[in-house]
């Protein structure tokens, strides 16, 4: 839920409508809510190939979260920056912890 809540929350602060990243970003969130209910049913039928996709998605979550870090340290326009650097710290910190534990 963390990840749904940093897109929402970047999605809010961080982005204005005129940017090619706000469409990325709404693209983004049902996305990321298909791949959290495509990871729990893979884990409660203990599907092999959807967990190992599911891990693949993660690494594709992790790299789109290190691109959303390093666009808020270029653009120096975000009066929010601390904030949204320690939420999006503490999602790849999870992301992480997740494929380390998974591993």
């Not at 599907?47 to 666009?71: D, E, H, Q, R, S």
Request: glycine share 6%.
């Amino acid at each position: 839920m963390i990840v749904l809540g940093y897109e929402i929350q970047s999605l809010v602060i961080i982005i204005s409508i005129t940017d090619a990243e706000f469409g990325l970003t709404i693209a983004a969130i049902p996305i990321t809510i298909a791949i959290l209910l495509f990871c729990a049913w893979s884990v409660r039928h203990e599907n092999k190939p959807g967990m190992g996709l599911t891990i693949f998605c993660f690494f594709g979550g992790l790299a789109y979260f290190l691109f959303k870090v390093t666009i808020l340290y270029i653009t120096l326009r975000i009066p929010a920056r601390p904030d949204v650097s320690t939420l999006t710290s503490m999602e790849v910190h999870t992301c992480a912890a997740t494929l380390d534990y998974v591993r």
